[in-house]
């Protein structure tokens, strides 16, 4: 199996991440740049050449979880000591640092005790990583789910993995600054009234104490939010009304115009200088805690961060001037699907499925699960405390369209947003027409080279 893993994917590991593929990235072929990371890389709660997992308990199998999202690393340490307490199995937790998901994953499967449990996220993730994943079809685990929305299969129908939680991103907002500004949340319902509010706070930022949008940067912590999460809405609205399945061979960057409006309003109305994006150093969850700044370009997952500070904390949709977009809802969709090791011993994928559903089951260990993840999909978990997916509930019940995770399609993702990130400062350091036609050009052109480059 170590052979066959490091012999099929050598290629790829020369051209990008690894598993980069259509779509592929950091996730087990993911394009989330761990999708609901925070802003820092989170240390491992163990060392990423621990793949050696710990040795079964008497009579039963071992679990070793290599963990996708390192800001919830030190609760699912927790976690997996509280499910060792109780049952005698050991568990392992082994947390990629930010950013290397994909590499982590196909050194650790290429060793002598594998992951049992692991991500693959999306579509290309499926096809690197199918052969290595258990069908959990009918299995425990999937019949403790309470929708099959964020599920991944095969072209068979295989079960490859299955979301353990979801999230939302878009503008995250502090309703007490825009009151104290002398407005209200009412008047933020389309492109128009969020630029107003915003340039009005900016134009005011020295007598109110605090300007409209947190920082902005362009270093590896923070360029996701922009080339990642701010681009779906390129992608979203270029679907136009017809979902993906599968990742475009080109894009025709149709609603690029539209990007750059709430593009431009962020970095132009915001507490730091565009040309000082570049290099970052800013800490923008920093910014909106300490009431900086009243908007926060981000997801569902800052919510535990923030909500101390900023009780009232809610979130709006990327509005940025399409017609009718006074019925948008927030960016809906998950990247966090559990995998099983189908090459693991019959005793370890047991073990790792025993846990598996006691972690959405048991009321504390789901409880602290759904704390650090937002929500989960299961029947019997825990139910969300998140103010930022309550947000994305209401929008829909108010019949406002979900936008879904196009983004999760950039092709060979890394490479891809590192000619975005190079593009936008570019125009950052100098906002002309002549530089945003390299940001389109990096955006478009730039999709079907990564996708060539993958697939030719």
């Not at 992951?115 to 999937?142: C, E, H, R, S």
């Not at 915003?198 to 902005?216: K, N, P, T």
């Not at 389109?440 to 730039?446: E, L, P, Q, Y």
Request: hydrophobic share 35%; net charge negative; aromatic share 10%.
């Amino acid at each position: 199996m170590k052979k066959k893993i490091v012999s099929t994917m050598l290629c790829a590991a020369m051209i990008t991440t690894m598993l980069a593929g259509c779509g592929g990235s950091d996730n087990g072929g993911s394009a989330a740049d761990n999708a609901g990371s925070t802003e820092e890389a989170a240390p491992a709660g163990d060392s990423a050449d621990a793949g050696e997992a710990a040795a079964p308990a008497a009579g039963g199998g071992s679990v070793y979880w290599l963990n996708f999202k390192p800001e919830s690393d030190e609760v699912l340490q927790d976690i997996a000591a509280t499910y060792t307490a109780q049952t005698g199995v050991e568990v392992k937790v082994v947390t990629a640092a930010s950013g290397t998901y994909s590499t982590t994953l196909l050194s650790e499967m290429d060793k002598s005790a594998p992951p049992t449990l692991f991500v693959i996220g999306n579509q290309a993730g499926v096809k690197d990583w199918k052969d290595y994943a258990l069908d959990l079809t009918g299995t425990a685990i999937a019949n403790e789910l309470n929708t099959d929305a964020y599920n991944l299969y095969d072209e068979t129908g295989k079960l490859v993995s299955i979301g353990y939680c979801y999230e939302c991103y878009g503008i995250i907002v502090n309703p007490d600054l825009i009151e104290k500004a002398g407005h209200t949340m009412d008047e933020i319902k389309n492109f128009d009234g969020l630029k107003a509010v915003a340039e009005d706070i900016h134009s005011r930022a020295g007598e109110l104490g605090f300007d409209a949008f947190s920082s902005s940067d362009m270093d590896d912590s923070s360029s996701w939010r922009f080339t990642g999460h701010m681009a779906n809405l390129e992608y979203y609205y270029e679907q136009e009304g017809t979902p993906w399945t599968e990742c475009p061979p080109t894009i025709t960057g149709k609603y690029l115009d539209n990007f750059k409006n709430l593009y431009d309003l962020c970095i132009n109305n915001s507490l730091t200088d565009p040309k000082e994006l570049a290099t970052g150093g800013h800490d923008a969850e920093n910014e909106f805690k300490t009431g900086q700044a009243a908007f926060f370009i981000n997801g569902s997952w800052e919510y535990e961060a923030v909500k101390g500070d900023v009780p009232n904390a809610t979130m709006i949709p990327y509005y940025c001037g399409v017609a009718g977009e006074e019925k948008a809802g927030l960016n809906c969709g998950t990247e966090n699907c559990w995998a099983i090791n189908s090459k693991a011993s019959a005793e370890d994928q047991q073990a790792t499925m025993d846990f598996m559903v006691w972690c959405v089951t048991d009321p504390d260990a789901s409880r602290k699960l759904v704390d650090t993840f937002g929500v989960m999909p299961y029947k019997s978990a825990a139910e969300s405390t998140n103010g930022f997916l309550a947000a994305a509930d209401k929008y829909t019940a108010d019949g406002c369209y979900v936008m879904n995770w196009a983004t999760n399609f950039q092709p060979n993702v890394d490479s891809y947003r590192a000619t975005l990130v190079s593009a936008l400062n570019q125009y950052n350091a100098d906002q002309s027409d002549a530089n945003w036609e390299i940001v389109r050009t990096a955006f478009v052109d730039g999709w079907a080279n990564e996708y060539n480059a993958v697939n030719n």
